[in-house]
């Protein structure tokens, strides 16, 4: 450390200076919550920014953070930060014209400091947006070193898997996303476009109009995910930025987007590979036949959030089994944030049999004050004051009112399309089109591409259950088999016996979010049985290729063939 340094420190750790400085964290803290809240109802804005106030006095006299943020100051991390802190700004439209929009500050707006508007707004956009660009850096500084050293650790085969896989997606998602709008906003002639329920049941119009990725406040973004946009916001601010370097690209925007989804599937299968207990050949085998499944091919270019709540919840899982203490308790935020159904896996640590329990209370504790921190600070605290009125909405996503056998029905047709096409097709259906103010035009009959009803228990996926649960009676004492079976069950559970999904026969919307696990699980059983059984298993697996790549390739052709044809780009 050079002498200027030195005094700097020795200044910045004075009594008075730090009194200064974190009350300037303070403040600005406060300011970000602010441009964060969004149009919220009387009296939402208001309990979180008192609760804001409070957490951000504890933070500020417990931990110097600002001190700690800047202490080593790198110049790479904070060009990158400034670039992310526009971005993030320019789509979530922070600046002081719609400073306005947000309810605490109309009050005071329009109070005795009417004559002072332009002064407060300034100051509030200014240090709110400092504060931003601190969590950026702080985001950087700790994150890049870890993913360099994550992408430094891959072998041969990864690496290859890696650009092949991206390399024939990419064309396909070049081609679909510039010949028609299906996929991620379904247009009609009229100018307006149908929010949901056109590719099967997923929001793709919704998820693209609210900005899903990068908007904090987006509709999308309720209870069932309410920390999505912070923890979706690096890969959704990276796509935008790629789709400005090519604005001769039609539809670029949402071509990077289903990249970069892309990409986090591959990471995903990565990591899941590095998890599985099984030979090397059998690793690759794995890689090579999930990228061919029904989940992988269909949201490469669906919009959706599984993909990113499926990341989230797999570096959790990696990172707690390779015994990454910090990166654990990040990764269960994230994953818990990015879908509140995911944090059910956090008790799945004690698993680990040299974990002791207070080392498992103590993430699971640090975990949820950094949930609790993170929904505060954002401004996101409404969705769990309006809990109970959330969950009255929420009734009309369960199975309820659907007999239990209609729901078997379904949920056995679910599992076989964790690997294969299931049976799909196009008919008309009357959805709600919107206009691009967000109002409503009108409610029209439409083409659609859905599920058809299931006529009766589906034997492939009945089959493919079983096989599942064998695989972990054999392989019982394998952690990452423990957890599989654990999310194997959770999904018969949620989809099932709860019947989230069935009222709208919507099931295969989960598969990408569910399909891991019944895809680990074979795999281990196919392990274990292969020495014995070596000249029987090879055809059956490749045989089994076959009919998964024919299958999911006639089942993408009539799925894109409808889309071109009725929502042309």
Known sequence: ????????????????????????????????????????????????????????????????????????????????????????????????????????????????????????????????????????????????????????????????????????????????????????????????????????????GSHTFTNVNININASENDLRQPLFAIFAMPFGIISKIISWALPFLPNSSFISTSIIHLILMNLTYIMVSRMLNIRETLKKLFLITTSITFPFALFSIVMEQYVIATFWMIIFIFSSLNKKSNMTIFALTGATGAMLTSGILAPLLLLKKDFKITTVINYILNSLILFISFTILSGQVSHFIRFQNTMVRYKEFTGAIIPFISKLQQFSSFVLSCFVYPDSSATFSTRVLIDFSGAVVSYDLVPVYQLISSGGINLGGVVIFILALISFLINYKDVFARICLFWV???????????????????????????????????????????????????????????????????????????IKFYPA
């Open 489 to 563: 069950l959770f999904s018969f559970v949620i989809l099932c016996v709860i019947g989230w999904g069935t009222a709208e026969n919507g099931l295969v919307l989960y598969i990408v979010y569910f399909s891991w696990a019944f895809t680990s699980l074979i795999f281990l059983l196919f392990d274990k049985l292969f020495n014995k059984f070596p000249l029987l298993l090879v055809p059956i697996y490749f045989f089994s290729l076959i009919v998964i790549l024919t299958f999911n390739i006639v089942g993408m052709y009539n799925i894109i063939n409808f889309a």
């Open 1 to 204: 450390m050079t002498n200027d340094k030195r005094k700097i420190m020795i200044l910045l750790n004075s009594y008075s200076a730090k009194i200064i400085i974190n009350w300037f964290t303070i403040i600005s803290g406060l300011c970000m919550t602010t441009l964060l809240l969004g149009n919220q109802d009387k009296p939402y804005g208001e309990i979180n920014l008192i609760l804001s106030l409070i957490l951000l006095i504890i933070i500020s006299l417990r931990f110097n953070l600002l001190i700690r943020i800047y202490a080593s100051f790198k110049i790479r991390y904070a060009l990158i930060a400034l670039l992310f802190s526009f971005v993030f700004a320019h789509y979530n439209k922070i600046s002081p014209n719609n400073l306005l929009n947000v309810h605490p500050f109309k009050y005071l707006a329009f109070s005795v400091w009417t004559s002072f508007y332009d002064i407060i707004t300034y100051v509030i956009v200014i240090l709110g947006l400092f504060a931003i660009f601190s969590v950026w850096y702080t985001f950087f500084k700790i994150f890049i070193p870890l993913v360099i050293i994550f992408l430094k650790s891959f072998n041969k085969f990864e690496i290859q898997y890696m650009m092949v896989s991206i390399l024939l997606y990419s064309i396909l998602i070049v081609f679909v996303q510039t010949n028609t709008t299906a996929f991620f906003m379904p247009l009609v002639k009229n100018g307006s476009f149908i929010p949901s329920d056109i590719i099967y049941t997923a929001d793709s």
